[in-house]
């Protein structure tokens, strides 16, 4: 038996995918329809690591799994990045012209917003995941309608591509993580995620910043997000690489001086060189 492993999707999803690539070793992958039901099902024990989805190159960071990571203490232990190719798709003998309706997760319609631009006679609504769409496509022969989704999907369900790469942007890579209860340990890391808030005193992010470099840490990702509890309180959410754990150690015990609170995400070694 393999390490369980909870993603959001099925076979021929994306985070199918990207588990598949990342593990070196056998895993039990435990599809998922929702970014929460993969926390969930890590935080109860059913899982031993999570993969979910952070952020895109084309639409930007997926707010709500900041919070996921934060509010149930989780911890990155490490990431992947993905080229992600965009494909519509549906039952072998359909058209462009014959599809209604594009059934897919939210953060690919945005990605290939510009495709659907021109063909304003598809209406696009939003579903929890792109693979689970190809798959009812197919055990419901549901004509008139089209999932966005990648050339694994179109294989294992038996759907024909009616267009390719429709992302608006060519390079397009989405970046994932692993999620784990405990934190990653390994000497080899050089890239950490952070939170902290701060006092609205002036110069205080400044402060932090300035800390960041000249401990010679790169700041690689900066993200706000409300606190909910207080208004027009924000937390900062930092990904920083680093050369030297000493460096990092240093520009930790500083930063945690300066912030109201301060929270290590996780470290883990850094996917993009």
């Not at 930007?60 to 990045?81: K, M, Q, R, V």
């Not at 942007?169 to 405990?182: G, P």
């Not at 110069?203 to 960041?212: C, H, P, R």
Request: charged share 25%.
């Amino acid at each position: 038996m393999g390490k369980r492993v909870a993603i959001q999707g099925i076979n021929g999803s994306f985070h199918h995918k990207v588990s598949v690539n990342y593990f070196s070793e056998p895993i039990d992958i435990i599809p998922l329809l929702s970014f929460p039901d993969v926390v969930k099902r890590l935080c109860s024990g059913d899982a031993e690591a999570g993969v979910i989805a952070l952020e895109n190159s084309i639409a930007g960071s997926i707010i709500p799994n900041y919070a996921l990571i934060d509010s149930n203490s989780l911890h990155i232990t490490g990431e992947y990045y993905l080229e992600v190719e965009h494909n519509l798709m549906a039952l072998n003998g359909q058209k462009i012209g014959d599809i209604r309706e594009v059934y897919s997760h939210p953060m690919a319609l945005l990605q290939c917003q510009l495709f659907f631009d021109k063909h304003p006679h598809i209406k696009l609504v939003e579903d929890k995941d792109t693979a689970e769409v190809a798959k009812r496509i197919q055990e419901h022969k549901l004509s008139g309608v089209a999932a966005i989704a990648s050339v694994d999907a179109a294989r294992t369900y038996d759907l024909n591509i009616l267009a390719s790469n429709i992302q608006t942007i060519r390079l397009n890579e989405t970046r994932f993580v692993i999620l784990e209860r405990s934190p990653c340990t390994n000497k080899d890391n050089n890239k950490a995620s952070l939170k902290f808030m701060l006092n609205h005193k002036r110069g205080s992010l400044a402060a932090m910043l300035n800390v960041m470099s000249d401990c010679k840490l790169n700041l690689t990702k900066i993200q706000s997000l409300p606190k909910i509890e207080t208004p027009w309180k924000y937390a900062f959410f930092v990904d920083v690489t680093f050369e030297s754990s000493k460096d990092y150690e240093k520009a930790k015990s500083v930063m945690k001086i300066i912030a109201e609170e301060f929270k290590e995400l996780g470290t883990y070694k850094n996917a993009k060189r």
